[in-house]
């Protein structure tokens, strides 16, 4: 498995930026899909963005357009840019590690962070 550690969370307002980075250790990280989950107080945890070790993003509707998910192999990271933040993105977001891009999207990683929290003022 791979080691992970979000960092990048705050508090921010309605409109807002925000960059979220998972620094990866333990294994050759340009082997493993990657993606970003978050899950709000009382609810369950959702999928937000995956990406291929080759690229290949994938977003959920709740967030495509505003959210980006990049990945530097050189740095051994994943980040995820939000942008035009809401309330309704105030969670804890977490990242994830997988070798099969599949299993990221499905919510199955088998490597996850201890998560970051993003809260997101009216």
């Known amino acids: 498995q791979v080691q992970l550690a979000e960092s990048g969370g705050g508090l921010v307002q309605a409109g807002d930026s925000l960059r979220l980075s998972c620094a990866a250790s333990?294994?050759?990280?340009?082997?493993?899909?990657m993606g970003w989950f978050r899950q709000a107080p009382g609810k369950e945890r959702e999928f937000v963005a995956a990406?291929?070790?080759?690229?290949?993003?994938y977003y959920a509707d709740s967030v495509k357009g505003r959210f980006t998910i990049s990945r530097d192999n050189a740095k051994n990271t994943v980040y995820l840019q939000m942008n035009s933040l809401k309330p309704e993105d105030t969670a804890v977001y977490y990242c994830a590690a997988d070798r099969m891009y599949r299993r990221i999207v499905s919510g199955d990683a088998g490597s996850w962070g201890q998560g970051t929290q993003v809260t997101v003022s009216s």
């Open positions: 990406i291929g070790n080759r690229d290949y993003p």
């Open positions: 333990g294994r050759t990280f340009s082997d493993y899909a």
